[in-house]
């Protein structure tokens, strides 16, 4: 656990990532009412930004949809709006590669 020079306390790094993660899930993991939109969350010390996309297809997807998201967490202090044409860009851009090519749900293409 990380420490500062002359500083008692730690900082437990799990505990703060579950924190924000649950403070802020319910707008990053969102169903399709958010779908197609940018959110921006602006919460412990960070703004986080999210475009929840979905692709229907009752052929190629088990649950005839597929929900995901791409976002960007940046420092408070850095104003969000340029970034919001780039999220909507990427976003779109892996919502094409998957409808061409299967590229977010095919097993050859995921990590």
């Known amino acids: 656990q990380?420490?500062?020079e002359g500083?008692?306390?730690?900082i437990d790094t799990e505990l703060l990532q579950n924190s924000i993660f649950a403070a802020t899930s319910e707008y990053i993991i969102t169903g399709n009412?958010?779908?197609?939109?940018?959110?921006?969350?602006?919460?412990?010390?960070?703004h986080i930004?999210?475009?929840?996309?979905?692709?229907?297809?009752s052929q190629r997807y088990e649950r005839n949809s597929l929900l995901f998201a791409v976002?960007?967490?940046?420092?408070?202090?850095?104003?969000?709006?340029?970034?919001?044409?780039?999220l909507s860009n990427l976003s779109s851009t892996f919502r094409y590669m998957e409808v061409e090519s299967e590229f977010?749900?095919?097993?050859?293409?995921?990590?």
């Open 2 to 4: 990380p420490t500062h």
């Open 7 to 10: 500083d008692t306390s730690t």
């Open 33 to 46: 009412e958010l779908a197609n939109q940018t959110i921006t969350v602006s919460t412990h010390g960070m």
């Open 49 to 57: 930004l999210s475009r929840p996309m979905i692709i229907c297809d």
């Open 71 to 86: 976002g960007f967490v940046l420092r408070r202090n850095v104003d969000p709006r340029p970034y919001w044409p780039v």
């Open 104 to 111: 977010l749900s095919h097993h050859r293409t995921r990590p």
